[in-house]
């Protein structure tokens, strides 16, 4: 059964500082994904990432994976107050549409 | 990337009724969604997989009969929640196959159902 674990759960940082959350998961996946939740709100797609060694960066994020080590990171650089959210990650389950979603990092920018 | 509509946004419903939350696909053909529910902080779950014209697939412990799913039309798939109870209270969130986007998903916006 696949299962996807983020650290931190929380995580609080100044505007300006660099950070990198990361997304474990526990069986072959073929696809991970990032996405940005506000509060109250759904969620907004960032990055899909398909193959080993997959880097994505869109502003001030960047997405990789390890399919080996069965990681991925998101990289925050020189955050901003605008970057405070809800981060999660999901791994597909090989070979079906299904995903399951990482506990979530609630980051938050202190201005 | 592509649309999903998601109704109502919010909804307050009495213990015992039943209460309905459609997602619909503008302009793209949906033919596998998805159901997720997210508690307060917490992660989203899934639910179910909707397939249209066949019954849903229920995630383990999610009860089928409680959460009644239909996927009658290739643009729609229902969510009822029947007999509701305060326990039902949740954020409920649907989401599709993105066919602009290689492999992507794309995501309703959301029912927040609170039963009181």
């Known amino acids: 059964e696949l299962k996807v674990e983020q650290n931190p759960l929380f995580l609080s940082m100044q505007e300006g500082k660099n950070y990198t959350i990361y997304c474990n998961y526990s069986t072959t996946s073929d696809r991970l994904y990032w996405y940005r939740q506000d509060p109250g709100k759904s969620l907004e797609s960032l990055f899909v990432l398909l193959s080993n060694g997959a880097v994505k960066q869109e502003g001030r994020l960047m997405a990789s994976l390890d399919t080996k080590a069965r990681l991925s990171t998101l990289h925050i650089t020189a955050a901003v107050h605008d970057l405070s959210a809800t981060y999660f990650c999901?791994?597909?389950?090989?070979?079906?549409?299904?995903?399951?979603f990482g506990t979530g990092t609630r980051l938050k920018v202190l201005a | 990337g592509a649309v999903v509509s998601q109704h109502p946004s919010r909804v307050i419903c009495k213990s015992g009724t039943s209460v309905k939350i459609e997602c619909r696909s503008l302009d793209f053909q949906a033919t596998t969604m998805f159901w997720y529910r997210q508690f307060p902080k917490k992660s989203l779950m899934l639910m179910a997989t909707s397939n249209e014209g066949s019954k849903a697939t229920y995630e383990q412990g999610v009860e089928k009969d409680k959460f009644l799913i239909n996927h009658a039309s290739l643009t729609l798939s229902t969510l009822t929640v029947t007999s509701a109870h305060p326990e039902d209270s949740s954020f409920y969130i649907c989401?599709?196959?993105?066919?602009?986007?290689?492999?992507?998903?794309?995501f309703g916006s959301g029912t927040r159902l609170t039963v009181v």
């Open positions: 989401s599709a196959r993105d066919w602009m986007v290689n492999y992507g998903y794309t």
């Open positions: 999901a791994a597909a389950t090989s070979g079906t549409y299904k995903y399951i």
